[in-house]
């Protein structure tokens, strides 16, 4: 079977006309697999919806109980007959429960990433090879102008900052799933075991890591705290409330 014949753009996002389901789509659909639970790629109001126990979690923490009329938890690993297609789960290592969707019909396996990277991540499931026939990638910084250093060298910066205006308070910019919970993850192995404040948009989603037994130390509510209590502290806040 051609590729195309699996899976094809369309207005609603990426199509499966023979497994009756979209990978990620923008508008509601009759049955959706989302990848992860970032905004941009998870979205409330379809049918049913396939994705891991995090991302299903993630999607009733931002959207409320009833995001979808039915839900299906899937494992990494699992495979599962949808139409004349099977669908498997493998790790993409982007935030906790992220997946990349691997989807094989008469003897050719497309698999789609959804967001990924292979960069070490203490808070999430290691990025997974999946051999296959054809790789569909999301590609936001994949131009070459694009330079990611490396993240623990980042956290020494930081660190660095604290210790060399300990009467400031440092306040970082971080999205509340993944990328905070990451830099806490990050300076607690940089051997950093302060308190760390957050943002209340914050605390829903990092305590649920908690919950889902990532280590993240000494966490506090920054609300309510004043100025001056907050001198030699890191506090972990939306990019839109840093601006």
């Known amino acids: 079977m051609r590729p195309q014949d699996i899976l094809m753009p369309v207005a609603a996002g990426l199509h499966c006309k023979p ?28 049918g049913a919806v396939l994705a891991t126990q995090e991302t299903l979690d993630m999607m ?20 599962l ?5 099977t669908v498997k789960f493998h790790p993409a290592g982007h ?12 003897g050719t396996c497309i698999v789609a990433s959804g967001d990924y990277k292979d960069a070490p991540d203490p808070t999430c499931a290691p990025f997974e090879v999946v051999p296959c026939d054809v790789f569909i990638t999301e590609a ?7 330079r990611h250093g490396d993240a623990a060298d980042e956290i020494k910066k930081l660190l660095a900052s604290v210790a060399l205006f ?13 990328k905070a919970q990451r830099v806490i993850a990050l300076l607690r192995a940089a051997g950093y075991d302060a308190p760390i404040y957050l943002h209340g948009a914050m605390e829903k989603i990092t305590r649920y890591y908690e919950s889902r037994g990532v280590a993240l ?17 890191i506090t972990l806040a939306p990019p839109s409330a840093t601006s």
Do not use: W
């Open 140 to 146: 936001t910084f994949g131009l070459p102008v694009f």
């Open 81 to 85: 007959r949808l139409g004349e297609v």
């Open 166 to 178: 300990p009467e400031r308070a440092h306040l970082v910019g971080a999205y509340s799933l993944g």
């Open 60 to 79: 009733r923490l931002r959207y409320g109980e009833n995001f979808a009329r039915s839900t299906q938890a899937m494992a990494y690993g699992q495979q």
């Open 19 to 46: 497994g009756g389901f979209h990978i990620d789509p923008v508008r509601p659909v009759e049955r959706a697999v989302i990848t992860h639970g970032h905004s941009d790629h998870a979205r409330a109001g379809h």
């Open 217 to 233: 130390g000494d966490l506090r509510p920054v609300k309510g705290m004043k100025k001056a209590d907050l001198a030699g502290t």
């Open 95 to 106: 935030v906790l429960g992220s997946a990349q969707v691997a989807v094989s019909c008469e």
